[in-house]
């Protein structure tokens, strides 16, 4: 059996496929995993830093720390968590040199044009998102890292502590408690969410 192919008996991830292919000269391979993973590391860092423009270069920041130290990836965990660790360490550097952070609102949800909408439905769409995102916006930062690296980035809660640094019970704790959170806020919206 190849060992380019399997890391320790289980099937390599698409991430480190790539990475495997860019080690062995197909500068394609970095191409398709900058393509896969930039925007969702952004969007990451934004939640971390809530600035844009920073977030952005932290992300190529994180793209960078993984080109100029190419042999630091073992292939022992899959390649996304190891660039949210990259990316998480970074932002953390910056914060703690930051003197003070501008925080940027969420932009409003774009208006949704599929024609099998009518216009209420759209209206109503746009007010739960921007709802959800308010509530969302109103957690510590670390109940905000955790929702989102279990729920858009469906990161098992195992890889999430390891990203977060923490126990999988605390992510537990801070996913319970941020949900209850927003189900406290989204409840006073009355209407909007029934």
């Not at 209206?123 to 929702?147: C, F, H, I, W």
């Not at 927003?182 to 006073?188: C, G, P, V, Y």
Request: with cysteine; glycine share 2%; net charge negative.
């Amino acid at each position: 059996m190849d060992n380019r192919s399997k890391t320790d008996g289980r099937s390599m991830d698409h991430g480190a496929q790539c990475w495997r292919r860019y080690l062995d000269g197909d500068e394609s391979g970095f191409d398709e995993l900058l393509k896969t993973h930039r925007d969702s590391l952004t969007f990451f860092l934004y939640r971390l830093v809530h600035d844009e423009s920073i977030a952005e270069d932290l992300c190529i920041d994180t793209f960078m720390e993984l080109l100029l130290h190419k042999r630091r990836y073992n292939f022992k965990i899959p390649l996304k968590n190891y660039l949210f660790i990259i990316a998480r360490s970074r932002a953390v550097d910056y914060m703690r040199h930051a003197k003070k952070f501008a925080t940027v609102e969420l932009s409003e949800a774009e208006n949704e044009t599929a024609d099998n909408y009518t216009p209420e439905e759209i209206l109503l769409k746009n007010e739960q998102s921007r709802a959800l995102s308010l509530a969302m916006q109103s957690l510590p930062d670390e109940m905000q890292v955790a929702l989102h690296l279990v729920y858009i980035e469906e990161l098992s809660y195992k890889d999430a502590a390891h990203v977060m640094k923490k126990s999988p019970k605390q992510v537990d704790n801070l996913l319970t408690r941020a949900k209850s959170a927003l189900r406290t806020t989204l409840s006073k919206e009355g209407d909007l969410f029934s």
